[in-house]
């Protein structure tokens, strides 16, 4: 059996449209073609499949136990080219289908919850999955084509293949050191120096932040601290350091959101650490439009009200 014959399309027309009127001259007629041209192609199917597909009883027409099989494939048939058309509709489509999105659990979401909200408004079909995952974490699923888009920390020497990455600046953002000392209180700075004495509470060892961190204290010959405690978030950074006097660093971008209590205070290190926070995606990802037109739909949210501007407005 040749399977490429045996699913031609105009064949598998005609044998559908005789199936369903049991009659050679109706489904000629329906089909816009002679009886003997229509007789001809279930010939051409039926020495393909090397049996009768139909058989009469008196001046009845039934489908054979073979043509019953051709029949349930033909349906099958149909049935994946329908569900791959949709599929391909809502891949090429900026109104339809799914995006997946990485946010490095180090981050603050305000905003990208508030964003996902207001796109949602204007592209009610598109389903956004939103992840809150760790850095290796967002990487792998990157490599692996699970995530459409990340949103994290650069720059990010974890990662040697760059040529296949595109990236969408979203703000720059800047580690300020937290503490609850009175001494301190009116301090704009702080040496990396004066905070070696002092017990901090990190985020995890593999983090982004604790990476800078360490090259800071590796900068000036600086042992690390000692350390109460290791935690995933910024808000629970806050917390805990908040209740045990330990002192830690966070985002700007967290600071600005959440509004320090009276008994902890920011600022700056004497050697500020900046990094950017961006969009980071496969660069064939772009091809796909509902991709495209939130990256550009991001980029009007932008402008329209800058990120930090955002953060200290948004509730």
Do not use: C
Request: aromatic share 12%; proline share 3%.
């Amino acid at each position: 059996m040749d399977p490429h014959k045996m699913f031609s399309n105009r064949t598998l027309n005609y044998f559908l449209e005789l199936s369903d009127t049991m009659n050679y001259t109706k489904a000629a007629e329906k089909l816009g073609i002679t009886q003997p041209a229509l007789t001809q192609q279930i010939k051409k199917l039926e020495k393909i499949t090397g049996a009768p597909l139909f058989y009469t009883t008196g001046k009845k027409m039934h489908l054979t136990e073979v043509g019953k099989s051709v029949l349930r494939m033909t349906h099958g048939i149909y049935t994946i080219l329908e569900s791959t058309s949709e599929e391909i509709q809502k891949t090429t489509s900026a109104k339809q289908g799914s995006i997946k999105i990485g946010l490095l659990s180090s981050l603050e979401d305000k905003i990208f919850t508030d964003l996902i909200i207001q796109h949602k408004k204007i592209s009610p079909e598109i389903q956004i999955s939103l992840y809150m995952l760790t850095r290796e974490e967002i990487w792998n699923k990157l490599e692996n084509n699970f995530l459409d888009l990340a949103i994290m920390y650069l720059p990010d020497y974890t990662i040697k293949n760059w040529n296949a990455y595109g990236i969408k600046e979203i703000a720059e953002d800047e580690l300020l050191f937290i503490h609850g000392k009175e001494e301190w209180t009116n301090k704009k700075t702080i040496e990396i120096e004066e905070t070696a004495a002092e017990v901090w509470t990190l985020y995890p060892d593999t983090y982004y932040i604790n990476d800078w961190l360490k090259k800071e204290f590796h900068k000036h010959m600086l042992d690390m601290p000692t350390v109460s405690a290791y935690l995933s978030t910024p808000t629970q950074l806050y917390q805990y350091s908040q209740k045990t006097n330990s002192v830690t660093a966070l985002p700007k971008s967290f600071v600005d959101a959440n509004h320090l209590q009276d008994s902890l205070s920011a600022f700056s290190f004497a050697d500020p650490i900046f990094f950017k926070l961006a969009f980071v995606y496969r660069k064939d990802k772009v091809l796909i439009p509902r991709i495209e037109a939130f990256l550009d739909f991001f980029e009007v949210y932008n402008e329209e009200q800058d990120y930090f501007k955002r953060l200290n407005n948004i509730e």
